[in-house]
């Protein structure tokens, strides 16, 4: 193993239950996330996997309180995020920040590299002056790689992945624990990828942070993460180690999804589990199973009751009734 | 072996105010019929004026041709009359566009689309221009009796099982695919690829392919270019370039790609960025990148070596090369030797 895993301690710092959330919209009611349970352990990252729409990035939101949740907790280090008072709230946010996904629309195009930088260092007086502030700005370019000359920059003379490194030298400024990486480089270049995701791994191992980090690509999320977990429709289908993941999925969808991932290497072809259809509306969704009208194991009972998420063996959960007829 | 698509020295430039963008230069790339082969390259590498430049479709004033020919199917591409065009466009020549969204009218039903394009190259009347139509969004998974509605009352994935049921409609002879799944979910995409590679192979149509992805090449092509900063650096076949990728560039974009198969620590990236089309570097265009750079590659521009098939346009093999591009050209003594030493090596 690699000095990555043993360097951070065992303990949950992020602990979520029956974490719901739900949009009124005209048709009735959107369950984005709908029941969702999970624990991140200080230092490491959890991967959030799943295709559009199936409720990650409303998930990472609710967690540092960009959407308010319709029910269930977050507690982070013994907070509950979803009750904090706004003064509570400002201070968590010193310690759990987000990184989204886009990097030319979550800054400010008015504002320079500096400023963008350096806003959160002043909104929580986290400086006492012009030369402390100046200072700390350098030294966040400098621990993502931004060259100094930038400091006066606007992000539109930047790339893309320069322009991700501001936000993710944003996201350090106040020195938080627990970082969400909403999708960090589904906009990126290969190559330009590859650098931020060395980035982010090199800040985890220098600062001892805490990620979860969101996305659909499977194998960059397999990079990355500790451990994962695989989204459909809102809810949580399937939940263990990388390894064991990648190496065995269970979960009807979990097999699907894993088998359809495009691999750059002569003849890995292997057997691919085409799906039938798309997946179904969110807008109140029938009860059972999300997954069954896709699924060829469906049973007529998978359409009675939601499957409930169980522990198959050490930190393996999958939420199907059949899952012990696919080990 | 009959070639469908033959590109020469093709160079294409964009103006704007006062800057001039150098989007696609000097390059040649040839296609074979019933052939797939896969244009991979980055953001900015020329992938879709490449492609658009097929189809005589680069725009004035901003665009403009300035060298090369583009025959298809032994025909100038440039040189053909308007209404050679317009019988060449949809009809031998089709387009599927990334953004499937944009690609298709909001305002016409996908049926009526379909069976535009069917009446305006086909022999047909509007019935039977019509259930034709329907018969090609049967073929892609869609029911009949949805060819009366809207782009907007389908999903993604859907919507471009409809332009591909459009592109598809009229048997081009030659599909530019421009990251036809790029906008879509990995299931969806693994579905619409199925779709395409069994209509594909159905009809023996040749198809242009172009990705950032080097696992959709691996899994979807016969052949494989790697394209930078407008010019082809790398072509071989599937086995070839897979097998052992020869310039430095290729080597980076593996080099980048988290591996499945095994555990990493790190990735290999590219340094630094794409060069700025308005001021190319002189020399070879990637030697700001690259890892084993030499003085040549600073002052003299590469030209494609050919080794069995496999060409790679790089200094590394220059001197290894048997014949074009070979020593000769060099004029320092002392790098053309290096070039041999590594030439050798590789």
């Known amino acids: ?327 | 072996m009959e070639k469908i698509l033959e590109i020469r020295d093709l160079a294409v430039n964009y103006y704007s105010d006062r800057k001039v963008v150098r989007a696609i230069n000097g390059l040649s790339l040839d296609m074979t019929a019933g052939k797939v082969l896969g244009l991979v390259g980055e953001t900015g590498a020329g992938k879709t004026t490449l492609a658009l430049s097929t189809l005589n479709m680069i725009r004035a004033p901003q665009g403009r041709i300035m060298a090369g020919t583009v025959r298809f199917a032994g025909k100038d591409v440039f040189t053909m009359t308007k209404h050679e065009l317009r019988d060449m466009r949809g009809k031998d020549v089709a387009m599927i566009f990334q953004d499937p969204m944009t690609a298709l009218n909001p305002v016409l039903s996908v049926g009526e689309q379909i069976a535009e394009t069917v009446l305006k190259h086909e022999k047909l009347g509007k019935e039977d221009a019509w259930k034709k139509a329907e018969a090609m969004l049967e073929t892609v998974g869609i029911p009949a009796e949805r060819a009366k509605e809207y782009p907007h009352q389908f999903s993604g994935g859907m919507k471009q099982r409809v332009v591909i049921a459009l592109a598809l409609a009229c048997n081009p002879k030659l599909l530019l695919a421009d990251e036809p799944t790029t906008a879509l979910d990995v299931t969806i995409q693994a579905q619409v690829l199925d779709l395409m590679r069994k209509l594909i192979r159905d009809n023996g149509t040749s198809v242009l392919f172009i990705t950032h992805s080097l696992g959709l090449v691996a899994e979807n092509c016969d052949e494989v270019a790697t394209m930078y900063a407008g010019e082809i650096v790398e072509y071989g076949s599937i086995d070839q370039v897979f097998g052992k990728a020869l310039h430095p560039y290729t080597q980076g974009l593996f080099g980048s790609l988290p591996d499945l198969s095994e555990s990493t620590n790190r990735l290999k990236p590219i340094p630094g960025l794409m060069p700025d089309p308005t001021a190319l570097p002189e020399g070879c265009y990637f030697s700001p990148r690259c890892p084993h750079v030499m003085d040549i590659c600073l002052k003299k521009h590469p030209t494609d070596v050919d080794l069995g098939g496999h060409r790679v346009k790089c200094h590394l093999f220059g001197a290894a090369g048997d014949g074009a591009g070979a020593a000769g050209a060099v004029g320092a003594a002392n790098s053309a030797s290096a070039a041999n030493d590594a030439g050798r090596i590789a």
């Open chain 1, 1 to 327: 193993m690699s000095a990555r895993t043993l360097a951070t301690a065992v303990a949950p710092i992020l602990r979520v239950n029956g974490l719901k959330k739900y949009f009124q919209v005209a048709r009735g009611s959107l369950h984005a996330v709908d029941d969702v349970s999970f624990d991140i352990d200080k230092g490491k990252t959890l991967g959030m996997v799943g295709e559009s729409g199936c409720g990650k990035s409303t998930t990472g939101r609710l967690l540092v309180r960009l959407h308010e949740a319709t029910a269930g907790s977050i507690v982070y280090d013994g907070s509950e995020v979803t009750k904090a008072s706004d003064r509570e709230m400002k201070a968590l946010r010193t310690r759990m920040q987000m990184i989204f996904q886009d990097p030319y629309s979550s800054i400010n195009p008015r504002h320079t590299v500096a400023t963008i930088i350096g806003e959160p260092l002043k909104i929580h007086k986290k400086v006492a002056n012009s030369q402390e502030y100046e200072d700390r700005v350098h030294q966040l370019m400098a621990t993502v790689g931004l060259a100094d000359r930038l400091y006066d920059a606007y992000p539109h003379e930047l790339d893309g992945g320069r322009r991700q490194r501001i936000g993710i030298a944003r996201a350090l400024a106040l020195d938080p624990e627990f970082i969400v990486c909403d999708e960090p480089v589904s906009a990126l270049d290969v190559s330009i990828q590859a650098q931020i995701l060395n980035l982010l791994m090199d800040l985890q191992d220098k600062l001892g942070l805490t990620y979860l980090f969101i996305t659909h690509d499977l194998s960059v999320v397999k990079h990355i993460s500790d451990d994962i977990v695989i989204m459909y429709m809102g809810q949580i289908v399937e939940r263990g180690p990388t390894e064991e993941l990648f190496a065995k999925p269970i979960h009807p969808y979990g097999r699907a999804l894993l088998s359809a991932i495009p691999i750059p290497k002569l003849n890995a072809r292997k057997e691919r589990i085409i799906l039938k259809s798309e997946v179904s509306s969110p807008i109140n969704p029938k009860p059972g199973c999300r997954f069954a009208p896709r699924c060829i194991h469906a049973q007529p009972e998978c359409s009675v009751a939601d499957p409930a998420l169980r522990e198959l063996g050490p930190g393996r959960f999958v939420a199907c009734r059949l899952a012990e007829q696919f080990i």
